[in-house]
């Protein structure tokens, strides 16, 4: 299934009277201009003195408790600084915890945050004490107030950048919990100076260009977590189907058929795993198991299989896929012989009907008892175990490279858990998340997954609770030989050949107290380099990718390792923000923030002079939001593809210091995928990656000016020099009117375009419904020196270029 794409002309029409002419210099947009509607506002705070309510709160302002436990009191008091009212936060066992209000303002501003603070006892213990400040900016807060305190006024200048909305709080602790009690009025927030914008222009100098970007920048990241792979990729139907529960008990999808106290589970001699079901019959009605909630369509057919033990008495035993009642509402698979050993009996069905609760039964009315190994129930359309309509959306994302298993997952995992008979491989306990691993996906289906993708592979290995042998023999068994020990047995596994995997990254964020296996970064850096030495002496193909985190672990980790290590990672994640711009833009700078730390370690760190280890950011994205598609399971929206959008423009700009980053994760858990079960599409996020992937260039030219508020970056589309790309992000809610100077390049008078545009920022795209968000193509949109583009979009131009 490819990306949604339209092709009317309508679109051309509309671009054309938005003004995408060449020299149309008049034609401008009606509407209003980014802060337009700010004109002559002064004073931003809305209710700053706290005087309008609106029920139990002032108007505008809502309590929030920034660490878990809560601790804090929150009022309105009938007095104040000025006026009849006044907010009032205290705690007595120690709180993090404010009033707050989200406030618009005009972008590329200064602005000076000011108001008035009482206190009675109060202590900061590891916090600041009583403040006003910028939530999410810890710079951006005024001179704390603690002790008994009458009211004091406090406030603090600063600039806002490309902020559209703050979030103003009035907060008690800050970076730590305090106890005591304090009082807030009069909060103001006034714009002192800025630039007025809605006149875009940037010039492109063609003939200086920066290093070509590394294809690796569009990596994916996969890990065993929530439905990433397990009800994401992987096209297993049921849950559990090894029984790490018991049957009928605590998260066990499994329930009795008949009745329960007849199912217990059997420890002695489980058929893998701890436990085992095993069901008593009586003679006098069905007893069995069965699980529920299977989503099937009509006609579609579905294989599997059970593993089977018992009685000859409990048979025949019936396997049944049921969709509706009665006779016609089921297909069943008799099995007639039961032994002591356990059997695999194969089944297929076809479902009579469409529903999201079909159920496969598992039953006998016989006597004596049977035992249920396991099951397995998959579309027959399944490839090699994995679903095709995913398997299609991952082609059209065409990474390059997926970075496996994990993220914190990996630091508890064996990997040697995921090999051999699927069906014989121990189900366990998510050592770093929810739910069951199945170890169903393990180092053969995950290389198969990327065989089937045409993707390479990127491995990381346990340096949490594992250790270097571990990690020894998972080397081994990807790349040695057939004759050497883990080559023998991989080759039994049915693989002969090495894989030859080149990228491995050691351990997973080691730096945090998360982290399964954290020690003191003085021991981690000694852990890394042995790791390291062992696996280059066994293979020194590798790319070794150490952990890292901007900051004195990143420092040192370089400092003392970097002979020891081919690339280096870093993460960052940002939630959602207030205004559009604002949220936007945190995409490029965390990216922008990362490479200007690692390019002053180039210049202060000796070891780096001779050999510059280029960055891995391995894990990116965009984290906020309600688990709609299982755990960590978020939905994205157009805005949020606007800032993948200028985060990849960003990566171009940084080219010298990005070799890979792996947007993480792919499929639901803050995806570029969403599935339902049966469905699943490109999310926002995932419709620009994958245009970026095939239509962005590759290598970076100088893009100046001052194309505030849009992100505009260039880059020629390959070495031939002969077609530029151009990006250009709009993050506001009017069209720009975006004037481009070339130099000595020739501009045609229209362009290929593609665009990514809508009316509503909360634009979503949803499995099994029509994508609200898709990439419109026009294949000689209007083109020159001034372009209008569109409100909240992505425009990216092919444009066919000449010298002037």
């Not at 489980?270 to 069965?290: E, N, W």
């Not at 051999?420 to 180092?443: F, M, Q």
């Not at 040192?556 to 870093?570: K, Q, R, V």
């Amino acid at each position: 299934m490819n990306t949604p794409r339209e092709y009317s002309a309508s679109l051309l029409t509309c671009l054309m009277a938005c003004g995408l002419l060449l020299s149309f210099v008049s034609c401008r947009t009606g509407g209003p201009q980014p802060g337009d509607e700010l004109a002559g506002v002064t004073q931003f705070v809305a209710n700053g003195s706290f005087e309008e309510m609106d029920g139990d709160n002032p108007k505008g302002w809502l309590p929030r408790s920034w660490q878990r436990g809560g601790g804090a009191e929150f009022a309105v008091e009938l007095s104040g600084h000025s006026g009849g009212r006044s907010v009032m936060i205290s705690s007595e066992k120690g709180a993090d915890a404010s009033w707050l209000a989200s406030v618009p303002v005009k972008p590329y501003s200064r602005y000076k945050l000011s108001g008035w603070i009482k206190t009675q006892d109060l202590v900061p213990g590891t916090s600041r004490g009583a403040q006003v400040n910028i939530n999410g900016k810890e710079e951006w807060r005024t001179p704390p107030v603690t002790g008994t305190q009458d009211w004091t006024k406090v406030e603090v200048e600063f600039d806002a950048g490309a902020n559209d909305a703050l979030e103003v709080t009035c907060l008690l602790g800050g970076w730590g919990k305090a106890t005591g009690k304090a009082w807030f009025d009069d909060v103001e927030l006034v714009r002192l100076s800025g630039k007025e914008l809605g006149q875009p222009r940037v010039a492109i100098d063609t003939e200086k260009t920066g290093k070509p970007i590394s294809k690796y920048i569009y990596g994916q990241f996969i890990e065993h977590l929530g439905r990433c792979i397990y009800q994401g990729i992987w096209a297993e139907m049921l849950e559990d189907r090894k029984f790490f529960c018991a049957v009928g008990e605590g998260e066990s999808p499994w329930g009795a058929v008949g009745d329960a106290s007849l199912v217990k589970m059997d420890k002695v001699k489980p058929f893998t795993g701890a436990q085992t079901p095993r069901v008593t019959l009586t003679g006098k009605g069905p007893g069995g198991i069965a699980q529920e909630a299977l989503d099937v369509v009509e006609g579609k057919e579905y294989v599997g299989r059970i593993v089977l033990a018992g009685d000859p008495g409990a048979a025949p035993v019936s396997v049944s896929l049921v969709w509706g009642d009665g006779p016609d509402g089921r297909q069943t698979l008799a099995v007639k012989e039961l032994g002591r050993e356990y059997m695999t009996f194969p089944f297929a069905f076809r479902a009579g009907a469409s529903t999201e609760n079909a159920r496969l039964e598992i039953a006998s009315s016989g006597r004596g008892s049977f035992k249920v190994g396991t099951a397995s129930i998959m579309p027959a359309d399944n490839v090699d175990g994995f679903r095709p309509e995913v398997l299609a959306l991952l082609r059209e994302l065409d990474s390059p490279v997926y970075r496996w298993p994990g993220g914190n997952f990996v630091s508890g995992y064996d990997w040697r858990d995921g090999i051999g008979d699927r069906d014989k491989r121990p189900p366990r306990k998510n050592p770093a998340w929810k739910g069951v691993e199945h170890n169903d996906v393990g180092v053969h289906e995950y290389l198969d997954l990327m065989r089937l993708i045409g993707s390479e592979a990127y491995i990381t290995v346990n340096s949490g609770l594992g250790d270097v042998v571990m990690a020894l023999d998972e080397l081994e068994y990807v790349n040695g030989a057939a004759d050497t020990r883990m080559g023998k047995l991989r080759a039994a596994n049915g693989h002969p050949e090495p894989w030859g995997v080149k990228f491995w990254a050691i351990g997973n964020e080691m730096y945090g107290d998360w982290q399964l296996g954290h020690i003191p970064l003085s021991d981690y850096v000694k852990k890394h380099t042995q790791y390291a030495v062992a696996m280059k002496a066994m293979d020194p193909s590798v790319k070794v990718v150490a952990v890292g985190a901007v900051g004195r672990w990143s420092e040192t980790m370089l400092a003392e390792a970097s002979n020891h290590m081919d690339l280096i990672s870093e993460h960052f994640y940002v939630g959602h923000k207030a205004g559009l711009l604002g949220h936007v833009n945190q995409m490029p700078t965390e990216i922008r923030r990362i490479a200007e730390a690692h390019r002053k370690y180039r210049q202060t760190i000796p070891t780096l002079k001779a050999k510059e280890v280029p960055v891995a950011l391995d894990e990116w994205n965009y984290w906020y939001g309600p688990h709609i598609y299982g755990e960590l399971g978020t939905q994205y929206f157009l805005e949020d593809a606007l800032g993948v959008a200028a985060g990849l423009n960003e990566y171009a700009r940084q080219s010298d210091i990005y070799f890979m980053a792996n947007y993480a994760q792919t499929v639901n858990v803050i995806g570029a995928i969403k599935t339902s079960k049966t469905a699943a599409v490109l999310d926002t996020t995932g419709v620009i990656l994958a245009l970026y992937r095939r239509q962005f260039g590759t290598i970076p030219v100088a893009v100046g000016g001052a194309p505030e508020p849009l992100d505009v970056m260039a880059c020629w589309k390959d070495e031939t020099k002969g077609v530029m790309t151009l990006s250009i992000v709009n993050p506001t809610k009017a069209a720009q009117a975006l004037s481009l100077d070339f130099g000595k390049l020739k501009l045609p008078k229209t362009a290929k375009l593609y665009l990514v545009a809508g009316d509503d920022p909360r634009a979503c795209n949803v499995p099994g419904k029509p994508p609200a968000v898709v990439v419109k193509e026009v294949d000689a949109a209007p083109f020159g020196g001034k372009i209008t583009v569109p409100p909240i979009s992505v425009s990216l131009y092919h444009i066919g270029v000449g010298q002037k």
